[in-house]
């Protein structure tokens, strides 16, 4: 089972930060993913990080590449 932190992208559109479009950045294990949508279907927490806030969960990713859309279920 993987952790991840969800959080609000405040530089979408700035170069290498994904399009406007691209509001969610998803750390899973510590690796950053841009995401235009996220669901999340496993119990969540809000967590601290520094001065950021984030959604916390576990589970098991999927990324549909195509819609740049996160997918966190209980199961693989």
Same mark, same amino acid.
């Given at each position: 089972? !993987?952790?991840?932190?969800?959080?609000?992208?405040?530089?979408? /559109?700035?170069? /290498?930060? /994904?399009?406007?479009?691209?509001?969610?950045?998803?750390?899973? !294990?510590?690796?950053?993913?841009?995401?235009?949508?996220?669901?999340?279907?496993? +119990?969540?927490? /809000?967590?601290?990080?520094? +001065?950021?806030?984030?959604?916390?969960?576990?589970?098991?990713?999927?990324?549909?590449?195509?819609?740049?859309?996160?997918?966190? !279920? +209980?199961? +693989?």
């Amino acid at each position: 089972m !993987n952790k991840y932190l969800i959080r609000f992208n405040k530089s979408r /559109g700035q170069e /290498g930060r /994904g399009s406007e479009a691209h509001v969610w950045r998803v750390f899973e !294990n510590g690796v950053e993913y841009l995401a235009k949508d996220v669901m999340i279907n496993v +119990p969540s927490w /809000g967590e601290t990080d520094g +001065p950021d806030w984030n959604i916390a969960c576990k589970g098991y990713m999927r990324f549909v590449d195509a819609a740049d859309l996160v997918i966190i !279920n +209980p199961e +693989p």
